[in-house]
């Protein structure tokens, strides 16, 4: 298959002139805290309209990943000391913003005995004795598969369950070397049986899959429990990342949400610019309400 890069946008991957002036606001606010957004890290194209209402995915335990994947612009190397207070900054700016509903997510911090499990687990209890009205999405990482370390995410006060499986199985050698196609299913899966939160996944389009594969990956998901699924287009954040194979069309994502539905997903968001944090409150609230 030819994975040579896709440089000419299509007319529909178009998002708003990011406000400068509002997306200083929220870094300044950001910053005076000591905390990071995977919307800025991960160079997400949304980052403009989540800011422009006040909501942000915060990205915990620093912004050095100890892996290198190759559609991901978080730094990669060696992480900075754990940063215990880092829970209680991040409840206090919740409470402070009033942001109803938290998307957690993390770098991968293979470097630590539980992953940093601990230390997303610690903020999601922090930002629920602050805010108890706030709904917290935990959108975490692999642990390298320790069940240990994924069970004090389960077991800490969150209201949906995130792990992504970012891609099809056969493109995890090349792209994401550090993680395990089967080892992110048996995490989902876990999640699943072991308790009654709503698990979720997400993985993108345009690497260089076909038309088999996502089937194939769309049943492995839903096979593992999953009940909330995020299909987007990958855009290259960077030159050092992998070149884009394909810009799927609107319509062929409607294709995806509707064979997701049928194989009974209960809520499929499908599009060019969804990312799995995406309208996560509004994700939440369609699937709360059936």
């Given at each position: 298959?030819?994975?040579?890069?896709?440089?000419?946008?299509?007319?529909?991957?178009?998002?708003?002139?990011?406000?400068?002036?509002?997306?200083?606001?929220?870094?300044?606010?950001?910053?005076?805290?000591?905390?990071?957004?995977?919307?800025?890290?991960?160079?997400?194209?949304?980052?403009?309209?989540?800011?422009?209402?006040?909501?942000?995915?915060?990205?915990?335990?620093?912004?050095?990943?100890?892996?290198?994947?190759?559609?991901?612009?978080?730094?990669?190397?060696?992480?900075?000391?754990?940063?215990?207070?880092?829970?209680?900054?991040?409840?206090?700016?919740?409470?402070?913003?009033?942001?109803?509903?938290?998307?957690?997510?993390?770098?991968?911090?293979?470097?630590?005995?539980?992953?940093?499990?601990?230390?997303?687990?610690?903020?999601?209890?922090?930002?629920?004795?602050?805010?108890?009205?706030?709904?917290?999405?935990?959108?975490?990482?692999?642990?390298?598969?320790?069940?240990?370390a994924l069970r004090i995410i389960l077991d800490?006060?969150?209201?949906?369950?995130?792990?992504?499986?970012?891609?099809?199985?056969?493109?995890?050698?090349?792209?994401?070397?550090?993680?395990?196609?089967?080892?992110?299913?048996?995490i989902l899966k876990l999640a699943a049986t072991?308790?009654?939160?709503?698990?979720?996944?997400?993985?993108?389009?345009?690497?260089?899959?076909?038309?088999?594969?996502?089937?194939?990956?769309?049943?492995?998901?839903?096979?593992?429990?999953?009940?909330?699924?995020?299909?987007?287009?990958?855009?290259?954040?960077?030159?050092?990342?992998?070149?884009?194979?394909?810009?799927?069309?609107?319509?062929?994502?409607?294709?995806?949400?509707?064979?997701?539905?049928?194989?009974?997903?209960?809520?499929?968001f499908a599009g060019p610019f969804v990312r799995?944090?995406?309208?996560?409150?509004?994700?939440?609230?369609?699937?709360?309400?059936?």
């Open positions: 298959m030819d994975h040579s890069d896709v440089t000419r946008l299509p007319e529909w991957i178009r998002k708003e002139r990011i406000n400068l002036q509002e997306l200083h606001d929220m870094k300044v606010t950001l910053r005076r805290q000591g905390l990071h957004t995977v919307c800025e890290s991960a160079m997400c194209p949304n980052r403009g309209e989540c800011f422009k209402k006040g909501t942000a995915t915060f990205l915990l335990l620093g912004d050095v990943c100890t892996r290198n994947c190759g559609f991901c612009n978080v730094l990669s190397g060696r992480p900075e000391t754990l940063d215990v207070g880092e829970p209680g900054r991040i409840a206090n700016t919740v409470h402070e913003m009033g942001i109803r509903y938290v998307v957690l997510t993390m770098v991968n911090r293979d470097d630590l005995s539980d992953g940093g499990a601990e230390i997303v687990a610690e903020t999601a209890r922090k930002i629920k004795e602050v805010s108890p009205g706030a709904k917290v999405e935990a959108l975490v990482g692999d642990f390298q598969g320790n069940r240990d800490c006060p969150i209201d949906v369950f995130n792990h992504n499986i970012e891609m099809v199985e056969r493109l995890f050698p090349r792209i994401r070397p550090k993680a395990n196609y089967r080892q992110s299913l048996a072991e308790t009654t939160t709503p698990t979720k996944s997400g993985f993108m389009v345009g690497l260089g899959e076909t038309d088999e594969e996502i089937q194939v990956l769309m049943s492995d998901l839903r096979e593992a429990g999953v009940t909330i699924l995020t299909i987007g287009q990958y855009l290259r954040p960077s030159v050092r990342n992998i070149k884009v194979a394909k810009y799927y069309t609107p319509e062929e994502f409607d294709n995806l949400a509707e064979r997701g539905e049928k194989m009974g997903f209960s809520y499929v799995s944090s995406y309208m996560a409150e509004e994700v939440f609230g369609a699937v709360a309400h059936g």
